[in-house]
């Protein structure tokens, strides 16, 4: 379901979870997220047109948008010709899709961390937009997306980039531990509601493991620019930036063996 912030929002501190606090609570957050994910410089101007990107030709493809959150992406694909489902754990969240995507639109409440309540091969694509970091084990989830896909078909995933996260953690003066496994906790406050948000930061060579290990083949790793209107739009944002490019995302392309 997506992130939401500017790099320099980056969280002073990171937090170690505990099992005390609730976390990840979509359904309070949904209505100022909404609004928030619409127009922010990495959600609107970078992460969903490279995942729109990477999709490519979508036409009567059938997309299970896994995380759909309030259906940005979702409503994209749709106006591209795919046949699209939406699944995501928050009903919050889904009833923000469904004002935007009208009562015909195929939403469900569902969590990644559980299996999926669709049959075998029922997809051509899944598109999971910012959500795996929120898992602390892929493995079930992804052998799930693998069972829905074709043979063939498509996996399209975009987490936090794990270089990123470690810069963020040495330039709060923490000591970087890349190659864990490592639980980190944000708090966000959108539309006048806070809550602790929890996620799950690991190194590159886990996530590739991870996607091997459940049957996908590794098509594309990108890195890609953010779209030329956003230095535009949030000029003070960028005034440091002088490429095109900052490090936030990692994106993939992966295929169903």
């Given at each position: 379901?997506?992130?939401?912030?500017l790099?320099?929002?980056?969280p002073?501190?990171?937090?170690?979870?505990?099992?005390?606090?609730?976390?990840?609570?979509?359904?309070?957050?949904?209505?100022?997220?909404?609004?928030?994910?619409?127009?922010?410089?990495?959600?609107?101007?970078?992460?969903?047109?490279?995942?729109?990107?990477?999709?490519?030709?979508?036409?009567?493809?059938?997309?299970?948008?896994?995380?759909?959150?309030?259906?940005?992406?979702f409503?994209?694909?749709?106006?591209?010709?795919?046949?699209?489902?939406?699944?995501?754990?928050?009903?919050?969240?889904?009833?923000?899709?469904?004002?935007?995507?009208?009562?015909?639109?195929?939403?469900?409440?569902?969590d990644?961390?559980?299996?999926?309540?669709?049959?075998?091969?029922?997809f051509?694509d899944?598109?999971?937009?910012l959500?795996?970091?929120?898992l602390?084990?892929?493995?079930?989830?992804?052998?799930?997306?693998?069972?829905?896909?074709?043979?063939?078909?498509?996996?399209?995933?975009?987490v936090?980039?794990?270089?990123?996260?470690?810069?963020?953690?040495a330039?709060?003066?923490?000591?970087?531990?890349?190659?864990?496994?490592?639980?980190?906790?944000?708090?966000?406050?959108?539309?006048?509601?806070?809550?602790?948000?929890?996620?799950?930061?690991?190194?590159?060579?886990?996530?590739?493991?991870?996607?091997?290990?459940?049957?996908?083949?590794?098509?594309?790793?990108?890195?890609?620019?953010?779209?030329?209107?956003?230095?535009?739009?949030?000029?003070?944002?960028?005034?440091?930036?002088?490429?095109?490019?900052?490090?936030c995302?990692l994106?993939f392309?992966?295929?169903?063996?």
């Amino acid at each position: 379901m997506g992130h939401n912030g500017l790099m320099s929002a980056m969280p002073e501190k990171y937090v170690e979870a505990t099992s005390s606090s609730r976390f990840n609570d979509y359904d309070r957050l949904a209505e100022g997220y909404t609004a928030e994910n619409e127009t922010s410089i990495l959600n609107a101007y970078y992460e969903r047109p490279a995942m729109l990107e990477l999709a490519g030709d979508v036409t009567g493809r059938r997309i299970l948008d896994a995380g759909c959150g309030a259906g940005p992406l979702f409503s994209e694909l749709r106006d591209r010709g795919a046949i699209v489902t939406g699944i995501d754990a928050s009903a919050g969240m889904l009833e923000m899709a469904r004002r935007r995507l009208g009562v015909d639109a195929d939403l469900q409440v569902a969590d990644l961390a559980s299996p999926l309540p669709f049959a075998d091969e029922a997809f051509d694509d899944v598109i999971a937009s910012l959500v795996l970091h929120y898992l602390e084990d892929w493995g079930p989830t992804l052998v799930e997306l693998r069972r829905v896909l074709r043979p063939g078909g498509r996996l399209l995933v975009s987490v936090d980039h794990p270089f990123s996260v470690a810069l963020f953690q040495a330039m709060a003066g923490e000591k970087p531990k890349y190659f864990e496994t490592r639980n980190r906790t944000e708090e966000w406050t959108m539309g006048g509601q806070t809550a602790q948000m929890s996620f799950w930061n690991r190194p590159l060579h886990a996530m590739t493991e991870a996607f091997t290990a459940a049957g996908f083949r590794i098509s594309v790793i990108s890195e890609p620019p953010f779209v030329p209107e956003a230095r535009e739009v949030f000029p003070e944002e960028f005034r440091e930036i002088t490429g095109t490019r900052f490090l936030c995302f990692l994106f993939f392309v992966l295929e169903a063996g």
